[in-house]
């Protein structure tokens, strides 16, 4: 079974993820490794071949619990985890990766107007939402563990980031 932990740039999915006791496939490493068509001229970034994951993801699912990492992961699961972060501590994380300020303006705005928990919502059959603001790497991988294990429901549109990042 496949299941995505996804979220917008900067919000813990590969911290998160290092941490759980699942086989975990990244996807960002496999579109870096050869899964994409080169970079896209206007937004400098790697463009995903998405056939190509997909297959390759259909091979690998299998009656195994497999957590695919990665911030569009949901494209390719039937669940999704969904991790958000309030934005002000978001931009904090983006400005020390270094990103330009275009591009922490595009992740704080997906961030509060939901852009990846809506996508999850509208391909996956159950999206669960962690708040990861205030929380360590630790408790969020025991919650994404409970969540895996049918223990811990946190069913979507519990977060709510339009007051902090519009005023």
Sequence with gaps: MLVALTGTPGTGKTTIAALLAYRIIDINA?????????RDPDR?????DMDALANYLAEQDCDELLILEGHFSHHFAKRAIVLRLAPSVLRLRLEARGYSSTKIQENLEAEALDVILVEAAER???VDEIDTT???????????TEIVQGRLQLPAGQVDWLTEFFG
């Design 30 to 38: 496999l579109v870096k490794g050869g899964m994409n068509f080169g």
């Design 124 to 126: 996956c059959d159950r």
């Design 44 to 48: 400098g970034c790697l463009e995903a």
């Design 134 to 144: 205030g929380k360590t790497p630790h408790e969020v991988a025991e919650m994404v």
